[in-house]
Antibody, heavy 123, light 107 residues
Framework: QVQLVESGGGVVQPGRSLRLSCAASGFTFSNYPIHWVRQAPGKGLEWVVV????????YYADSVKGRFTVSRDNSKNTLDLQMNSLRHEDTAVYYC????????????????WGQGTVVTVSS | EVVLTQSPATLSLSPGKRVTLSCGAS??????LAWYQQKPGQAPRLLIY???KRAAGIPARFSGSGSERDFLLTIDTLEPEDFGIYYC?????????FGPGTKVVFK
């Protein structure tokens, strides 16, 4: 069955860095764009970034552009999110999620989600 | 960026009722609109995609309609397990924005 497992969350001081990872199984990872979506405590869902199946195309939310970098290793079925210059407002549960339809085009419908990893930015 | 609005913000209902949730887009997104349900402490679950297609395993009491800028999610005969927050999301262009959500609570 499809599984997405996030890791790497924790408590970090403002201005520091953190790297999240998403490990996928149960589907052909290299065929699907993968997204990160976050949710601040008590708030709604915020889309963060998507990377195309081949890793060539990446799209970021304005709120993280220039600070976050997404990468993937299709040989290891993993997607990483390098988060630099972290701010208090980056505090959230970070979910990775699989696009419903595979292929090279990037689309937004998310059919499987991980359980999330918690990032807390605090001094 | 496409901005999504949802109404109402909160609904308080009894089981067995029919409920309609609304989602509006600031730009035409054709039929590229999805609905998700989220319960406390859980990841969101895909209910509807492409405005009106039910995702795998979703009960038939959930239905979606609409196109371009105005969309609806209807739940026929509300069940106790349907409480939670419902989010719409446009899947047309990045950034793939979400609406602020509608919270469904039981009386």
């Amino acid at each position: 069955q499809v599984q997405l497992v996030e890791s790497g969350g924790g408590v970090v001081q403002p201005g520091r860095s953190l790297r999240l990872s998403c490990a996928a199984s149960g589907f052909t990872f290299s065929n699907y764009p993968i997204h990160w979506v976050r949710q601040a405590p008590g708030k709604g869902l915020e889309w963060v970034v998507v990377m195309s199946s081949d890793g060539y195309n990446k799209y970021y939310a304005d709120s993280v552009k220039g600070r976050f970098t997404v990468s993937r290793d299709n040989s290891k079925n993993t997607l990483d999110l390098q988060m630099n210059s972290l701010r208090h407002e980056d505090t959230a549960v970070y979910y990775c999620a699989k696009t419903w339809d595979g292929g090279l085009s990037v689309t937004g419908t998310l059919d499987y989600w991980g359980q999330g990893t918690v990032v807390t930015v605090s001094s | 960026e496409v901005v999504l609005t949802q109404s109402p913000a909160t609904l308080s209902l009894s089981p067995g009722k029919r409920v309609t949730l609304s989602c509006g887009a600031s730009q035409n997104v054709d039929s590229f609109l999805a609905w998700y349900q989220q319960k406390p402490g859980q990841a969101p679950r895909l209910l509807i995609y492409d405005a009106s297609k039910r995702a795998a395993g979703i009960p038939a009491r959930f239905s979606g309609s609409g196109s371009e800028r105005d969309f609806l999610l209807t739940i026929d005969t509300l069940e106790p397990e349907d409480f939670g927050i419902y989010y719409c999301q446009q899947s047309r262009w990045p950034p793939f924005t979400f609406g602020p959500g509608t919270k469904v609570v039981f009386k």
